[in-house]
């Protein structure tokens, strides 16, 4: 600014709309592991009129006691509960209407040696084992998520649930923990006995997220756990069974648990959707729905065949324009991953060198690792590889790409350019949480500032 415009450059402005699609990316993990960002299980329902029902399910299995108890065969049974620490994330109605938990005893073992996934079925008992009913208003879910959101753990709130468990169960395990020490102490012998619950929503009009983490070595009176009651002697005694991996005498007990996630898109605008598969939803708008692998794909070829014009660009300003037409929850954090051909994430490696043609454009990308796989992002140069939605607004951040267009037209020619890229929330978000983003098809285009020469190169 404030110098003459070297006559030897045009300046050029373009707008350019990509063709898109919906994808859908399965299978998810959504088993909850030791050193996880996030842990946490849903339960709930919903139905939403353009992207139809979903249920979600959470399925745990529990440890036996982190401090040994050694009741006598003077102990009497008192009472079993769950008791569900729900972290305020939600996703759906907002009202206060109530909604009704049902605790399911499982008729399969959960096996720490197995993954599990948001479709993974398993069968549990139809008969509940505990039943509550109760309700959470608007201004508890808003101000306890603000609180949960913010990064200031020390402000968090909670909503804590006891749900009585009835039946065998509860006596069963006071009775081991009097007369059967080696199932006790045996995590295998234990789960395969006690094989864990199955928590649903028959009537609920939200997905609601609790935690299951039980904090060691100092837990607190409202984690989430299993608590049996009993009385000794005229004293009443409290056993904590936890639902999240814990050590006993330095022992790792690999307590498993996952969220079933069950969509029923019949009649809705993406109603066909197949996994790694292009749909154009019927209402020509784009859809994110974190847990179920539902993302948009943009496709790069209107850009190469306009750039394909052009000699020797040198891209001013990139910027991808998004407009969310959704005011519910939304993750809260994206990334812009490049996909291959097969609409899987293209990853960064190829065996242990770097794919050629991404080590070229190296400074436009953010390879990372994920799992056991390699994924390259886009960079956004505001944020490094990711986007944030205001969760006030849902409006989509300001996503500037200068870089990464720059290098994709310097090698527009290389046989393997990057083809399209998928809008998908961060790994936690995508795993577990369920929101939603829903975008204008107006909103899929580039923003492009541009220079070229106006006379010949020498």
């Known amino acids: 600014m404030g110098f003459r415009k070297d006559p030897r450059l045009g300046t050029r402005y373009v707008?350019?709309?990509?063709?898109?699609?919906?994808?859908?990316?399965?299978?998810?993990?959504?088993?909850?592991?030791?050193?996880?960002?996030?842990?946490?299980?849903?339960?709930?329902?919903?139905?939403?009129?353009?992207?139809?029902?979903?249920?979600?399910?959470?399925?745990?299995?529990?440890?036996?006691?982190?401090?040994?108890?050694?009741?006598?065969?003077?102990?009497?049974?008192?009472?079993?509960?769950?008791?569900?620490?729900?972290?305020?994330?939600?996703?759906?109605?907002?009202?206060?209407?109530?909604?009704?938990?049902?605790?399911?005893?499982?008729?399969?073992?959960?096996?720490?040696?197995r993954l599990y996934y948001s479709g993974t079925s398993i069968s549990y008992n139809s008969t509940p084992v505990g039943d509550t009913i109760f309700a959470l208003g608007p201004a508890e879910l808003r101000d306890g998520w603000q609180k949960a959101s913010d990064n200031d753990p020390a402000n968090n709130a909670y909503y804590v649930l006891p749900i009585r468990i009835d039946g065998p169960i509860g006596p069963s395990l006071l009775n081991d923990l009097v007369n059967d020490r080696i199932t006790i102490d045996d995590f295998t012998l234990f789960s395969q006995r006690y094989r864990g619950f199955a928590l649903t929503m028959p009537v609920g009009n939200k997905i609601l997220g609790f935690t299951p983490v039980y904090a060691l070595p100092t837990p607190t009176s409202t984690d989430s756990r299993l608590v049996l009651t009993y009385k000794e002697s005229g004293t009443t005694q409290v056993v904590d069974f936890p639902i999240y991996y814990a050590a006993v005498n330095n022992i790792l007990n690999p307590v498993v648990s996952y969220t079933l996630l069950e969509p029923d898109r019949s009649g809705s605008v993406i109603d066909g959707l197949q996994s790694f598969t292009d749909l154009v939803p019927t209402d020509g708008k784009l859809y994110t729905q974190s847990g179920t692998g539902i993302m948009p794909k943009f496709d790069l070829t209107k850009f190469y065949q306009y750039f394909d014009t052009v000699d020797f660009p040198i891209i001013n300003s990139a910027e991808l324009v998004l407009d969310n037409a959704y005011t519910g929850r939304t993750p809260?954090?994206?990334?812009?991953?490049?996909?291959?051909?097969?609409?899987?994430?293209?990853?960064?490696?190829?065996?242990?060198?770097?794919?050629?043609?991404?080590?070229?454009?190296?400074?436009?990308?953010?390879?990372?690792?994920?799992?056991?796989?390699?994924?390259?992002?886009?960079?956004?140069?505001?944020?490094?590889?990711?986007?944030?939605?205001?969760?006030?607004?849902?409006?989509?951040?300001?996503?500037?790409?200068?870089?990464?267009?720059?290098?994709?037209v310097d090698y527009k020619s290389d046989t393997g350019r990057a083809r399209a890229f998928a809008l998908h929330p961060v790994q936690n978000e995508f795993n577990k949480t369920v929101s939603v983003l829903k975008l204008n098809s107006s909103s899929a285009r580039l923003r492009v500032y541009y220079s070229k020469p106006l006379t010949s190169l020498p």
């Open 15 to 113: 707008e350019i709309p990509l063709d898109y699609s919906v994808i859908m990316h399965e299978p998810i993990i959504t088993q909850n592991i030791s050193d996880d960002e996030i842990s946490r299980l849903l339960v709930g329902r919903v139905y939403d009129p353009d992207l139809g029902n979903l249920e979600a399910k959470a399925i745990f299995n529990f440890s036996p006691p982190i401090e040994p108890v050694f009741p006598t065969e003077n102990a009497e049974f008192v009472s079993l509960k769950l008791v569900v620490k729900f972290d305020f994330y939600s996703y759906g109605a907002t009202d206060s209407s109530d909604l009704q938990l049902t605790v399911h005893e499982l008729d399969e073992q959960l096996t720490p040696e």
């Open 332 to 408: 809260q954090t994206f990334e812009l991953l490049l996909l291959n051909s097969t609409n899987k994430f293209r990853p960064f490696l190829i065996g242990e060198n770097p794919d050629p043609y991404l080590a070229r454009i190296r400074p436009g990308i953010v390879p990372f690792a994920q799992g056991n796989e390699t994924r390259v992002a886009i960079l956004n140069e505001l944020t490094g590889g990711n986007i944030n939605i205001d969760q006030e607004t849902g409006k989509v951040g300001l996503t500037i790409m200068t870089e990464f267009f720059q290098q994709i």
